[in-house]
């Protein structure tokens, strides 16, 4: 990370959007991912980074080994700017990598001996998995969790659509995170990288402005 760069780039934001980047940042977390599995409907996870985005999710990944979509852009409502996207071909890939970086398998389905939400312990770093409303999630994904959590419902319908499980589901365990004694924070060094990105989404003519920056480092 070249901080004089960085620095550099901050200096063409407005006053507020550093603002908004820093108070942004200071609420993003890593200690929980979500992961959507080959979710036809496109609009859905769409929707669902929206939400990720909303409740402070930094990383969503889309497992696409029979469908493979862009996202809805106008459904993410400019959420895939802030948003980093991991794309992986098959549900082993996937959960290979989550498991590298020490998150834990968690199926949301309405079956199985599901937890209920309220009762999901939030210290242990989570991936959440969703399916289809239709199909729910593939047995692969369920053979591998290492638990199972499911939204209470008291109805006659026994599910939701994915993009309203997802907001549910977020909006709760992050809260009980931000009320616990977990260090959910990103690192420094992490905030630097993101703001990097944004900043280089944010202004316009970044990568003319980064190749005077070094010309002139040069002199």
Request: hydrophobic share 35%.
């Amino acid at each position: 990370m070249d901080l004089q760069l960085l620095d550099h780039l901050v200096s063409f934001l407005t006053d507020r959007r550093q603002h908004l980047f820093k108070k942004v940042l200071s609420e993003r977390t890593r200690h929980f991912t979500v992961v959507t599995e080959d979710v036809y409907q496109l609009h859905n996870t769409s929707a669902v980074m929206r939400s990720c985005d909303v409740f402070g999710i930094q990383d969503l990944h889309v497992i696409e080994e029979r469908l493979g979509k862009k996202m809805d852009r106008e459904i993410a409502m400019g959420a895939q700017k802030w948003v980093d996207i991991y794309r992986h071909k098959n549900v082993d890939n996937c959960v290979t990598k989550l498991r590298q970086e020490g998150y834990q398998i968690i199926a949301t389905t309405p079956h199985n001996d599901s937890q209920l939400l309220h009762d999901f312990d939030v210290t242990q770093k989570a991936a959440f998995f969703f399916g289809t409303e239709r199909d729910g999630l593939s047995e692969e994904v369920i053979k591998n969790a290492d638990g199972f959590l499911k939204i209470p419902m008291y109805g006659f319908t026994e599910s939701l659509n994915i993009s309203v499980s997802a907001a549910i589901i977020l909006q709760r365990v992050v809260t009980k995170l931000k009320q616990s004694e977990v260090d959910w924070q990103l690192s420094e060094e992490e905030k630097q990288v993101l703001t990097m990105e944004w900043t280089k989404k944010t202004i316009k003519s970044a990568d003319e402005i980064i190749e005077r920056f070094y010309e002139e480092k040069k002199k």
